[in-house]
């Protein structure tokens, strides 16, 4: 050890990337992160992967903002944070007094924590006085939590990452490239298969490196997972593999589902989804001849028809009982550390915290916690804001965390629409695309600066611990939420993330049996009713969250894609992450290894498509779509014939140029996976 190593001291917190939630030991010399790996004491038990050993190091970057900026002439200039704040409240003030409060909206972040979720949603309902308040759940999951409540009551995923690696006997895992986005949980089924001899269902267009892993690998056309399904079904119904004692006692609506399945034959589905009858049966009596788990993530959710996935997957796992006990379920993968929390925390425009309904007995309890009236009406969701922005409707946004320039679907118009806006706050660690379109930048604190909760993809409320202290003249995103809500009008006098933590107890009746002397060392899982709780592992054990407590069958029938490849535009385009880069790149691309090993986006090819259009590995191609262009470097890959993949992290060739906006019509999730493009050699 060098003497500098040897002065480090551990501080244990939670990694900023995934929502695994690993616990990640931070070794820190004076305000300094020297290095960092997986500590022993998180649900990684020691695991780590490449973003929570290095990813820390975006911290140190020069190019964090330091001071907030005001745009004047079309420059930023440095301001304090009096003048900053301020201005924002005036502003906010003098737009809402002009066009009322429906014109301003609000993106939450979830790579905030709950604290600052629950603060900002609560800014924009009860201080700005509009339900216009949502976040990229909307981009990733918003189809879960539609499909799941309407399946099982509750939107959540099922089981825990413990019951998962010791007891699932097979894991159907589809439209999740886990090894990658959420590598600790790949690296536990990998664990699984090779050491106690898991079975393993892969279903995805590409060959992912779990496909290498397992018994099945069904490359489905790309929006085609709910006529999949349904065949798998079809194939258990008709084999009498369903678990007709749960199916009797724990569910309603099978005659309906039954029905539905029935034109879903092996041999209708292989034409509809390319995946060979053989294979759709075989997956099938397998999935129903164990005790299996369902994992998935946005291959399944960011479709039109995501919420007919998602039920569809949740329908199949009661038909043949796979809930409720350990090693099945139906879990989704969140995206973000805290997508989970930021939806927990109703930073969402039809629910309050704890999903309370608008305009319920629920609503006006919390209205009393609040002193104040919120709003009965809907807000607008992220793509719909876009919208209302780019048509002059929206004229304020107040984004907190979020990048919508590069992750939001159709560019050209998103771009459009936040130029169209009167005013734009953006709230951040860096100049981000969308940053830079901004009238006030406040700069904020980075999670391994502030102190706060995540709750990760398990449900599990974990504990952050300051690891350094913020870099310039940053602060916390909920001391900034306060001192905006402050200077418009509000009462609020929270000292520290506890004071609000305390509040969310009060409100959200899943959270009320957390306290943070109770996760200081581990996490608890909601719902936690009350202080001698021990938090919920398993969901849906003996009784679903239903008016009547069984589960409700809700079947779908198989829609095409909103665009279908055609003569003019060939592919199918199909977008997602790679292992060293995480979503915009907005802190991955600040660290130079990370840029070395992925430098640029790239296009995945399958070698006859290649060769038909006499490009090469590493050759620039234009890929088009009806709504722009970029240019990007081949690379030949063994992906289904007919489908191209890029990642969507680069903004200066961005995946979202090429994708399109349409929305499925319950959850409002757009088609990210699924545009119709053309390539040519550049
Ligand atoms: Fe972080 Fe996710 Fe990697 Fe765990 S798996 S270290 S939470 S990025």
Same mark, same amino acid.
């Given at each position: ?29 004076? &305000? ?7 500590? +022993? ?32 002439? =079309? ?28 014109? /301003? ?39 879960? @939590? ?18 998962? *690696? ?17 590598? @600790? ?114 291959? /399944? ?19 043949? =009982? ?23 925390? =109703? ?18 309890? /919390? ?16 793509? #719909? ?20 320039? @590069? ?12 130029? &169209?806006? *009167? ?45 350094? #202290? ?31 933590? *305390? #509040?969310?107890?009060?409100? @959200? ?22 202080? &001698? ?7 849906? #054990?003996?009784?679903? $969250? ?14 095409? +894609?909103?665009?279908? +490849?055609?003569?003019?535009? $060939? ?27 992925? +430098? ?7 070698? *006859?498509?290649?060769?038909?259009? =006499? ?68």
């Amino acid at each position: 050890l060098t003497t500098r190593e040897e002065e480090t001291k551990k501080i244990t917190s939670i990694c900023p990337y995934c929502g695994v939630g690993c616990a990640i030991d931070y070794y820190v010399s004076g &305000n300094e992160i020297i290095y960092a790996k997986g500590s +022993p004491n998180g649900v990684n038990k020691g695991d780590d992967c490449i973003k929570g050993r290095y990813g820390w190091q975006f911290v140190h970057s020069e190019e964090r903002l330091k001071k907030p900026l005001i745009k004047r002439n =079309g420059k930023f200039e440095e301001v304090t944070w009096d003048e900053a704040l301020n201005f924002v409240a005036s502003r906010l003030k003098e737009i809402k007094e002009k066009y009322g409060a429906e014109s /301003i909206a609000g993106l939450s972040s979830a790579k905030c924590t709950n604290e600052e979720n629950y603060l900002f949603q609560k800014f924009m309902r009860i201080v700005v006085g509009t339900n216009n308040v949502d976040h990229c759940a909307r981009l990733c999951h918003a189809s879960t @939590v539609v499909g799941l409540f309407k399946v099982f009551g509750s939107g959540a995923m099922t089981n825990s990452l413990e019951d998962l *690696e010791n007891d699932a006997e097979l894991y159907f895992v589809i439209g999740s490239n886990t090894t990658h986005a959420h590598p @600790v949980i790949g690296t536990m089924i990998k664990r699984s298969v090779k050491g106690r001899g898991a079975k393993l269902i892969v279903a995805d267009p590409r060959d992912i490196e779990l496909a290498e892993y397992s018994d099945i690998h069904m490359r489905q056309r790309p929006g085609t997972d709910v006529a999949l399904i349904n065949g798998m079904m079809n194939v258990i119904v008709s084999h009498g593999l369903e678990d007709r004692e749960f199916v009797e006692n724990r569910t309603e609506g099978y005659e309906k589902l039954k029905e539905i399945v029935k034109k879903y034959t092996p041999e209708y589905v292989e034409k509809l989804t390319g995946v060979p009858k053989e294979d759709i049966i075989k997956a099938a009596v397998l999935y129903a001849t164990h005790r299996s788990a369902i994992i998935y993530a946005m291959g /399944i959710t960011q479709h039109t028809s995501g919420t007919g996935n998602v039920a569809s997957l949740a329908n199949l796992a009661l038909l043949t =009982g796979n809930v409720g006990k350990r090693g099945t379920g139906v879990n989704p993968l969140r995206g973000q550390n805290n997508v989970q929390g930021a939806g927990d925390m =109703g930073a969402l425009p039809n629910v309050l915290p704890g999903y309370a309904k608008l305009g319920t007995r629920k609503a006006r309890e /919390i209205e009393k916690i609040w002193g104040g009236k919120i709003p009965e009406k809907d807000g607008l969701t992220v793509v #719909e804001m876009m919208h209302a922005a780019s048509k002059g409707v929206i004229k304020a946004m107040y984004i907190m965390g979020e990048n919508p320039a @590069v992750s939001d679907p159709d560019q050209k118009h998103v771009i459009q629409g936040l130029k &169209n806006l *009167e005013f734009l706050v953006v709230q951040d660690l860096f100049m981000s695309e969308t940053a830079q379109l901004a009238d006030v930048i406040l700069p904020a604190a980075s999670s391994l600066e502030k102190e706060g909760t995540f709750t990760n993809t398990e449900r599990r409320v974990q504990l952050l611990h300051r690891i350094v #202290e913020p870099v310039g003249k940053a602060k916390p995103d909920w001391w900034i939420i306060q001192e905006i809500a402050k200077r418009m009008g509000a009462d609020w006098n929270y000292e520290n993330p506890k004071d609000i933590f *305390e #509040e969310i107890r009060k409100v @959200v009746p899943q959270y009320s049996g957390i306290t943070y002397e109770r996760i200081e060392k581990f996490g608890l899982q909601w719902p936690c009713p009350d202080k &001698n709780h021990e938090g919920t592992k398993i969901l849906h #054990e003996d009784i679903f $969250p239903t008016p009547n407590g069984l589960a409700r069958f809700s079947p779908y029938e198989y829609k095409p +894609p909103a665009e279908e +490849p055609d003569e003019e535009y $060939p592919f199918v385009l199909t977008t997602g992450r790679t292992y060293e880069h995480f979503h915009t790149g907005t802190l991955t691309r600040k660290i130079d290894g990370f840029n070395e090993l992925i +430098p640029e986006a790239f296009v995945e090819i399958h070698p *006859e498509d290649a060769d038909n259009l =006499g490009v090469e590995d590493g050759d620039c191609i234009e890929v088009e779509s009806r709504r722009g262009k970029i240019k990007v470097k081949a690379k030949i890959a063994r992906i289904k014939k007919g489908v191209v993949f890029i990642p969507f992290h680069f903004a200066e060739s961005a995946a979202n140029v090429l994708t399109i906006d349409s929305l499925d019509p319950e959850a409002k999730i757009p088609e990210l996976k699924v545009a119709a493009v053309r390539l040519k050699k550049c």
